[in-house]
């Protein structure tokens, strides 16, 4: 049971470049997100999951697209990446609406 | 929308002391409040939870006050040891069932 996996751990972009994070989940959540998280502040939701086939846009989608590929697995897309897109992504999992929320490892993104 | 304020944003408290850290939220309707936990390099995990119903709830050194009427939440540390060192988030559900984050609160623990 590995909970909730996100690939890649580390990644360095340049401006422009376009690339893809897979987050992935065996816990059978109805309900993926993904956040980022910049130095001193909180989690910003970019896009959820609310259920398999259904996307919708968070707090912060701009620069971002979404695939909720099957129950398991929720992606995020970076068209062409800026360096304002340099952050910490964490892809979620949650069960029901008061379920608790259960992180990935998170993937530390740089865009220079 | 919801929106959710958090202090203070540095808490340095004595090794066995208490901390107690404040958010408050906009919406009325918000009836679900989780505070998670996340050290340095890490994911962010849920310490306690509590729901518009109740007042108060416990756990162990851990406890989280709810005050509807002044749409404000509180987190309480008591006897504080080295591992709580962390950032902590509360968070507030809001009319679309998502959560709204405070910006954190980074809390040292001094030996």
């Known amino acids: 049971n590995a909970g909730v996996t996100q690939t890649p751990k580390f990644q360095v972009l340049k401006t422009g470049q376009s690339m893809t994070l897979q987050c992935a989940q065996d816990?059978?959540?109805?309900?993926m997100y993904w956040y980022r998280q910049d130095p001193g502040m909180g989690l910003r939701l970019i896009y959820y999951?609310?259920?398999?086939?259904?996307?919708d846009k968070g707090e912060v989608p701009n620069g971002y697209n979404v695939s909720r590929l099957n129950k398991r697995e929720f992606s995020l897309r970076l068209e062409s990446a800026a360096p304002s897109q340099t952050s910490v992504y964490f892809c979620?999992?949650?069960?029901?609406?008061?379920?608790?929320?259960?992180f990935g490892p998170g993937t530390r993104l740089t865009v220079l | 929308g919801e929106n959710v304020e958090q202090h203070p944003s540095t808490l340095s408290v004595q090794e066995g002391d208490s901390a107690v850290i404040k958010c408050t939220y906009s919406?009325?309707?918000?009836?679900?409040f989780p505070w998670y936990k996340q050290e340095l390099g890490k994911r962010p995990q849920l310490i306690i939870d509590?729901?518009?119903n109740v007042g108060e709830k416990k756990d162990q050194r851990i406890a989280v006050t709810l005050n509807k009427t002044a749409k404000h939440f509180s987190l309480h540390i008591t006897e504080t040891q080295p591992e709580d060192s962390a950032v902590y988030f509360c968070?507030?559900?809001?009319?679309?069932?998502?959560?709204?984050w405070g910006a954190g609160t980074k809390l040292i623990i001094k030996p």
């Open positions: 919406d009325s309707a918000s009836n679900y």
């Open positions: 816990m059978n959540h109805n309900s």
């Open positions: 979620a999992g949650q069960g029901s609406s008061y379920n608790e929320q259960f």
């Open positions: 968070a507030a559900r809001d009319s679309n069932y998502q959560l709204i």
């Open positions: 999951s609310a259920s398999e086939g259904t996307t």
């Open positions: 509590i729901r518009s």
